[in-house]
Structure formats: structure tokens, C-alpha cells
């Protein structure tokens, strides 16, 4: 290749790695220019993910314990192995947090793991799959913006940075090199380390379609065969190299404190609804909440949504190129992606058919009783890439094949194209206005409360639906611990439908219950001595030396209510209400 070629070779790359910095600054443009904004549709997950973030800077900084926290859920703390700790992010990305905050690590990750994932696949299409930088940009653009990466971008940063995933194909597609097995096995096991800090469900979906995808190539092509021996002994490396480095890990998180097993039957039940495959996400050009209504558990969840002229351009790409190997192994995976996402009961348009799906035989099953079943629609995203990719790719070279004919062929492909991905282009992400953090946080004026050992109660307590006091505890660097949170652990109850299956935050307690029906109906329960007398228990079992409440639109009820149970008169200060409980704790 000339120097010529070379240049132009280089500022195709500039611009297709440019073009997915506007794309991912255009997807998260809101929440840059509106500093005290955040994701409309999933506030208490980027509250999560912004306490996370601070934890990666207490690792670095005070040289915390990486895998279990006491700044939340005292006293019992969180399992963040069990969690989305992200400790793979969140470590290097320490100064950010430090200088500028938990938000701006948290919006930086979710923008920059946008780009990067587009960046990374466009550098494996363009140099090791297809072998050409425009349709590489094609399949890349989609692998990173397509609507179900759009529609976890409202507050699954961990879910859309799959930037990772590339670079663990690339690993693996090299370990067949002759002479090399020792070093290419330690590189991938080192990608995949990587990524199980990262997310733990896309590193299953790469594995499975990984091997499905290698198989069908060692079946198909006998000539691959010779290269068997070093890919084994690689692969071998690899999986010693990781089992030894995510050994401890792992059993810390299945296996200690706060480690629970499996995911609750009602989220297992989170499937896809076959209706879903041909609508249009919310988050689309074409969408809206109207044609996503009743199709997805919510708006972070959309992952199937790929509209209808897509589903039949996949479709006819699949046959048209059904020739290759590696497009009928890619057609067969999207297809086994689609039916385990399908749960276990077949829905359409929102109603149970009473076809039974094949998830229903798996979901018990030790590590797939963790997946939510929608999400194996997700893995169906970077096969549609990789195929929208070869059919450009095949397209081109019919092009060149055929000169009198070209012009027909490039209008004829840029009109398919068009009408498949125009309706499906991404749309800013909705934001909203967040309260800023109470003063009384800010200013560190808890911090004589905590003395001791104790805790920050806040009104209402933290859970899945109200997490707030993550971002304000975020903001101290984890300094102020908090009782109760949002977070995954074991359901202790005597009650529970399994052993220790998975609960979104503690198991309630009487004082939590009570806080979390005036969050939910506005009024206050009847208070009776016993309550009041639960109410002292639970205090000092969260070991509580402080209760504030913050801004919330059931202020009244929550006050009157911590009032009535305790005895106490709050002060207001700092821009909070406040109980110093600690006579009755002591």
C-alpha cells in the first residue's frame, strides 16, 4: 500500500471515530448541558452508579476493601461483587471523581463507553472481520447506538461500555496462531478479567456466542482444524490465567456475606415480547412511549426493539450471503438469542399466549438463575452489526464486480439502508431536573452524628424506587454511611420464596414499610406504641445517629410521621429536617 492510500486510510479513521464522538455526545448531550440534570427514566440507577463510582475512589484513595462496602446498608454493608461495582471503571477513573465528582465520572463513563464500544468494533471490522473501513463504520455505528444501547444508556453505563467485548473476539480469533499460545492465552484471560469487572451478564452472552461461533467455523472449515492444537492450549492458559485471577472474587460473591442465589421469579420473568422485534424503541427516531407502551418491563430495558423493516433486511441478508459459514453461524446465534429471550411463557403485544419457551427448562440453573431473560436480546445487537457490516461489505464487491450495474447497486443498497436505519436513529436521552444535595450533606455537618460507628437514616430510606441518598453519600466520597439502600442481596425473610434469593435492597422492616407507604400514598399510617417501640428497634439496629429529610413531595407526611414515632422535634437545617436520635440509640 502506498503512502497515499496509507493517508487516506488514516483520516477514514479520524473521521468514523469522530463520527462516533458526535453520535455519543448527541445521545448524552442533555445531561452535559444541564449540570444539575439527570436520566428521566432511571434516576435511582445513575444515583447507584454514582455511589459506585465513589467507591472505586475509596479503593484508590483510603485503600478500602474492593469487594464489600459498610458505607451502605449498615450494618450489614453490600456485597459489590453480588453488585455492579464496576471496579474496572470506577479505579482508573478516580481522579475525575476527585476532582470533579461522581456525576461527571458517572456521565463521562456512560459517554466515552459509548464511544469507545463503537470504536472498538469499527478497528475489529475494519482490520480483522471485514477488512473495510466503511462498512466496518456501518456495523460499528450500530453495535454501540442501536436502540437497545440507546435505551440502557438511561442509566446502565456498565451495559452500554461494551468496548471490552472486540477485544476479547480479537483475543480469541488469535489464538490460533502457531508458536503463540502462551502469550495470546495470558492477553485474553487478561480482556476477560477486564470485562468481568465490568459486567459479569455480557461476558456469558460473548462466552456462549464465542463458542457457538467458533464450532460452526471448526465444523464448516476443515482447514482451520491444523490450528486446533495452539488454540486449545491458549484457550487452556486463558482459562487458568482468569480462573486464578477471579477465583477470590467470585467466591466473595457467591459465596460470601451479603452473596445471594439467583434472581427472584418475578424478574426472571422480565422476557421479550415477540411483538417487540419489529417496534420501534421510545428512544428511537421513529418511537415514541406510544409504540413501546406494554411491550418492555421500562424504558432502560427495551432490548429487542429493532423495527420491522430491520427484521426483514436481517432476514434477507442471512439468505442472501447464506453461502458463508460465519454469516449462517451468526444468522443460527441471533435466532438462540431471540428464543431464550422469549422467558418462559411466549408473549405478544403485551398478553400471554400460553406457549411455553425453552428459558422455562434453564432458568433454575446455577449461573443462568442471575440472567433477566430480556437481556439475551441484547446479545443480538453486535450480530445484526456484524451482519449489516458483511452485507455492505458483499454489496461493495458486487459493485466492483459488476461496473455498468454499479450505480444501480449503490443507490439500491443506500435505499435498504436507509429505510432500515433512518426509522431506528437515536434520539437525546430525557432528562430531569434533580434536587441538588442538601447543604447539611455538603457542608459535613453530619459528620458529628456518625461518630462511633453510626449511621445516616434518611427519610424516605433508600431503595429501588427512591435512591437519592446514594447520590448525596456519593458526594461525600463515602464518608456519610447510610442505613438500608438500593442494592441486590440474600432475602432473609422465613417467608422467602427460596433461600436466600435475591432482594432489591435489605429486607423491610417495620420502620422502612412505614416510610415507604406515606412515600407511596402520602399519608401517615396509624402510629400505635408498638409501632413506636419498632420504630426505636429499628433505629438501633441501623445504628442510627441522625434521620433527615430531604426535598420530597410528601415532606409533610414523612416529618409528622418520624415525629410521631419518635418523640422527637426536628430541626431544620442545612436544608434538611433533622432528628438527632442518639438519645434514644444510645
Excluded at 92 to 107: D, E, H, K, Q, Y
Amino acid at each position: 500500500m502506498d503512502a497515499s492510500l496509507r493517508r487516506k486510510g488514516k483520516r477514514t479513521d479520524v473521521l468514523a471515530v469522530l463520527s462516533f464522538v458526535a453520535l455519543g455526545f448527541w445521545v448524552t448531550g442533555r445531561l452535559w448541558l444541564d449540570p444539575g440534570s439527570g436520566v428521566r427514566d432511571n434516576r435511582s440507577d445513575q444515583s447507584q452508579f454514582e455511589w459506585m463510582m465513589a467507591h472505586g475512589a475509596r479503593v484508590v484513595t483510603p485503600f478500602a476493601y474492593p469487594f464489600h462496602s459498610d458505607r451502605m446498608n449498615v450494618p450489614d454493608g453490600v456485597n459489590l461483587m453480588a453488585n455492579t461495582s464496576v471496579l474496572s471503571i470506577s479505579l482508573p477513573m478516580t481522579p475525575v471523581t476527585l476532582l470533579i465528582g461522581p456525576r461527571a465520572s458517572f456521565l463521562a463513563f456512560l459517554t466515552v463507553g459509548m464511544i469507545a464500544t463503537a470504536t472498538a468494533w469499527y478497528f475489529l471490522l475494519s482490520r480483522v472481520v471485514i477488512g473495510a473501513r466503511g462498512p466496518a463504520w456501518l456495523g460499528a455505528g450500530f453495535c454501540a447506538f442501536a436502540p437497545a444501547m440507546v435505551s440502557h444508556a438511561n442509566g446502565h453505563p456498565n451495559i452500554v461500555s461494551q468496548f471490552v467485548v472486540p477485544l476479547i473476539i480479537w483475543r480469541t480469533l488469535r489464538l490460533g496462531e502457531p508458536g503463540r499460545w502462551l502469550r495470546n492465552g495470558v492477553l485474553l484471560a487478561l480482556v476477560i478479567v477486564w470485562q468481568a469487572f465490568l459486567n459479569l451478564e455480557i461476558l456469558l452472552m460473548t462466552a456462549i456466542g464465542l463458542g457457538v461461533v467458533v464450532g460452526v467455523l471448526a465444523l464448516g472449515r476443515p482447514a482451520l482444524r491444523s490450528r486446533a492444537r495452539p488454540f486449545l492450549a491458549g484457550l487452556a492458559v486463558a482459562a487458568v490465567v482468569a480462573g486464578v485471577l477471579l477465583a477470590y472474587p467470585l467466591y466473595v460473591q457467591f459465596f460470601g456475606p451479603g452473596a445471594y442465589s439467583g434472581l427472584s421469579r418475578l424478574i426472571r420473568g422480565y422476557s421479550s415480547d415477540l411483538a417487540s422485534f419489529v417496534a420501534y424503541s421510545r428512544e428511537s427516531l421513529a418511537g415514541s412511549p406510544r409504540t413501546a407502551a406494554g411491550l418492555a418491563k421500562n424504558p432502560t430495558e427495551e432490548n429487542s426493539f429493532f423495527g420491522w423493516a430491520l427484521v426483514v433486511l436481517v432476514i434477507a441478508l442471512v439468505w442472501w450471503m447464506r453461502r458463508s459459514i460465519v454469516v449462517l453461524a451468526l444468522g443460527a446465534l441471533g435466532l438462540l438469542f431471540t428464543v431464550l429471550s422469549l422467558g418462559r411463557e411466549v408473549r405478544f403485544d403485551g398478553r400471554g399466549t400460553g406457549v411455553p419457551a425453552p428459558w422455562a427448562a434453564l432458568e433454575n440453573l446455577p449461573i443462568l438463575h442471575s440472567v433477566v431473560p430480556t437481556r439475551w436480546a441484547l446479545a443480538i445487537t453486535p450480530i445484526v452489526g456484524v451482519l449489516l457490516a458483511y452485507g455492505a461489505e458483499r454489496a461493495r464487491e458486487l459493485s466492483r464486480a459488476h461496473p455498468a450495474a454499479r450505480p444501480q447497486i449503490r443507490f439500491a443498497t443506500a435505499a435498504v439502508l436507509t429505510m432500515a436505519l433512518l426509522p431506528i436513529l437515536p434520539t437525546p436521552l430525557p432528562v430531569v431536573d434533580l434536587d441538588p444535595v442538601p447543604r447539611f450533606v455538603t457542608s459535613g455537618a453530619w459528620r458529628p452524628y456518625v461518630a462511633g460507628g453510626r449511621s445516616v437514616v434518611t427519610l424516605p430510606l433508600p431503595d429501588t424506587n427512591y435512591a437519592e441518598p446514594l447520590r448525596w453519600s456519593a458526594v461525600t466520597r463515602l464518608d456519610m454511611p447510610l442505613a438500608r439502600g438500593y442494592f441486590l442481596g440474600p432475602d432473609t425473610r422465613p417467608n422467602a420464596e427460596a433461600p436466600k434469593v435475591a432482594l432489591f435492597g435489605a429486607p423491610p422492616r417495620p420502620t422502612s414499610s412505614f416510610f415507604a407507604t406515606i412515600r407511596r400514598t402520602g399519608a401517615v399510617p396509624p402510629i400505635t406504641p408498638q409501632s413506636r417501640v419498632k420504630a426505636v428497634d429499628d433505629l438501633r439496629y441501623w445504628r442510627a445517629g441522625v434521620v433527615i429529610l430531604g426535598p420530597h413531595e410528601h415532606n409533610e407526611a414523612l416529618r409528622r410521621g418520624m415525629t410521631e414515632l419518635t418523640g422527637i422535634q426536628p430541626v431544620f437545617t442545612g436544608g434538611v429536617w433533622v432528628w438527632d436520635v442518639r438519645p434514644l440509640t444510645d
